[in-house]
């Protein structure tokens, strides 16, 4: 249970209904008895993935993934254990137990994790320091030409790096050994000794969504060719650019204080700063990369609507089409605000003020209409070749939308453009056919992959037991021998739960068995969701048949082994009764149910 208690965990799982938080996720339809969507842990046309809420669990017919709700937080935050707990306590409001880790190897890497953390804040209360001081004056400077106020240099931590000697030096003074400079990212290391890896920058720190510094961004103060003007410290064990967005924190009080109907997403940390000084506070920078699906699910955690606020060139539009469509896949609406050529957020708040920005926000395209503006700039309209290609290309963009009055609508733009009839653009956008979508795989097939059939067998009652099919028979349950530990092991917990008189849930399974037995636990979730699953009281008498038929037929080989073997005759007839005895218990078991 990674250190905390059974109780704890049943409440939190209770305070955190898994359909509720899934579909913060994936758009879930009632279907049958269970909710269906398309999975996001794997593209897809055809929704295969299953939410049974009557067991508090996920499934995956196409990539087979399955969990409860704080396995499912896990793999879409991309947090470990602990982390994924404190996110559903916060969520259900439940305060964090004191944890208790058995395992020394975890304690050591909490203990670790911890004293980054804590270098970390202390290295950003230097830098906010620094700032105050002499020798900060170009920092000050820029801060004043960015026209950031007092108030939200204190807001965002501002800080400043004076060279590249003090940070190391300090850190030391407070303790901090070299191996942990290095390991929390500010402090690179050369021949042994410390550096401040944004030495000269001015100073903003990253601050994830539980307030803890994780990192540090530096951005030049004097633009130098050759020299990119935001550096992130380096990737570490609390840190990680592809699953981070700067200004969460201050984004995560806005939603709980106000809520939140959409997020601005721009390039720069300094943007970033600049627009909520400017009253945008919903604002978040994408760490100077390209979008990952990671950040789109933090995004899709506070909000369906995405503003794209990128700068106003043209190629780097271009560049960030693939990033729009990651968020587009994982279900978030996302609009590309058009800025003036050359201009960044920054510079449309400083010359036409906030109105000016929000109506770049009013005027912001839909992600396949901007996708046809950049088809439309990169082909040259002119040439009859350029032309076709454009038509072409716009055909296959168009084709993305589900709605025909869309279709239609944006087909008429490219007639527009290029003089074509519609009724030749719409055999372009239906010549391609589509490959049609692959069914979920059959059950039965799973099951046969999986083992044999002294496995299938067995997890069949496993199956009928754990969710209390009227056809199960507790008495043969406890007494069935499964040959596969796996089995055993499940089986074992599951009837002492059910010998104290205790509910066991199928979710609490992948706490305790998820990761030794995880493919397991999937096979079972999907004997529960797949719901042309026919098996029933004949399939299960069957699978207990040849359970006992295994039992008693490896007794027998045992017997045969000992008969050999014995020289004393007293002792081979005895042996001889014994598989006398078997022999007709298992005539006996053939003829039932004939």
């Not at 496993?462 to 530990?485: G, H, M, R, T, V």
């Amino acid at each position: 249970m990674k250190g905390y208690g059974e109780k704890f965990l049943s409440e939190l799982k209770n305070k955190n209904d898994i359909a509720s938080v899934v579909s913060k996720y994936v758009r879930l339809e009632q279907r049958g008895g269970n909710l269906w969507g398309k999975c996001p842990f794997h593209h897809e046309k055809t929704a295969s993935f299953c939410v049974n809420t009557a067991g508090q669990f996920f499934y995956c017919f196409g990539c087979h993934k399955s969990g409860d709700v704080i396995t499912f937080v896990r793999e879409m935050e991309s947090l470990d254990f602990q982390d994924a707990v404190r996110l559903l306590a916060e969520r259900a409001h439940m305060p964090m137990p004191d944890v208790q880790y058995d395992d020394s190897q975890l304690r050591e890497q909490k203990k670790r994790k911890e004293r980054i953390l804590t270098l970390l804040k202390d290295a950003a209360r230097f830098y906010a320091a620094n700032l105050r001081s002499e020798g900060a004056e170009k920092h000050i400077e820029y801060i004043l030409k960015r026209k950031i106020t007092s108030e939200y240099v204190a807001k965002f931590g501002l800080g400043a790096s004076l060279d590249y000697y003090g940070l190391p030096r300090h850190l030391s003074k407070l303790g901090y050994t070299l191996r942990e400079m290095v390991d929390s990212g500010a402090v690179g290391e050369r021949g042994g000794k410390p550096y401040d890896a944004l030495g000269g920058r001015l100073i903003i720190p990253v601050i994830d969504q539980f307030g803890s510094v994780i990192a540090f961004c530096g951005r030049i103060i004097e633009d130098k060719k050759g020299v990119g003007k935001y550096v992130n410290t380096r990737e570490t064990m609390v840190f990680s650019k592809g699953k981070t967005l700067f200004n969460l924190n201050n984004l995560k009080k806005v939603k709980n204080e106000k809520g939140l109907d959409s997020i601005i997403v721009v390039e720069g940390h300094m943007d970033a700063v600049s627009l909520v000084q400017a009253g945008f506070s919903n604002v978040v920078a994408s760490m100077g990369t390209a979008l990952t699906k990671d950040q789109a699910r933090i995004l899709k955690r506070y909000a369906d609507k995405v503003y794209i606020s990128y700068d106003g060139d043209f190629a780097g539009q271009k560049a960030a089409v693939r990033g729009l469509e990651i968020l587009s896949e994982e279900g978030l609406e996302v609009k590309v605000v058009s800025l003036p050529e050359g201009m960044d957020p920054d510079d449309v708040i400083k010359k036409q003020g906030a109105e000016g920005y929000k109506k770049c926000l009013d005027e912001a395209l839909p992600l396949i209409d901007f996708k046809l503006a950049v088809l439309k700039k990169t082909y040259d309209l002119t040439t009859a070749d350029g032309k076709r290609k454009y038509a072409s290309a716009a055909a296959a963009v168009i084709r993305e939308s589900p709605s025909p009055a869309e279709q239609e609508d944006l087909l008429k733009q490219v007639r527009d453009s290029t003089g074509y009839t519609f009724e030749a653009l719409k055999r372009e956008l239906y010549s391609a056919e589509e490959k049609p979508a692959v069914p979920p795989p059959n059950l039965a097939e799973t099951a046969a992959d999986a083992g044999d059939r002294l496995a299938m067998a067995s997890r069949f009652v496993l199956y009928a037991c754990i969710f209390k099919k009227p056809y199960a028979d507790w008495e043969d349950f406890n007494s069935l021998e499964f040959p596969l530990p796996v089995h055993a092991a499940l089986r074992d917990y599951v009837a002492e739960a059910h010998g104290r008189g205790e509910k066991v849930n199928f979710s609490d399974l992948f706490e305790r068995f998820g990761e030794e037995y995880g493919a397991e636990l999937s096979l079972l979730a999907a004997m529960e969701t797949d719901e042309r699953l026919f098996y029933g009281e004949t399939y299960y008498a069957d699978c207990v048949k040849t359970l006992k038929r295994a039992a008693i037929e490896k007794k027998l080989q045992l017997l045969y082994s000992r008969y050999d073997g014995e020289k004393e005759s007293g002792q081979r007839r005895e042996i001889a009764a014994e598989m006398q005895s078997l022999l007709a218990e298992k005539q006996k078991l053939e003829r039932q149910g004939r």
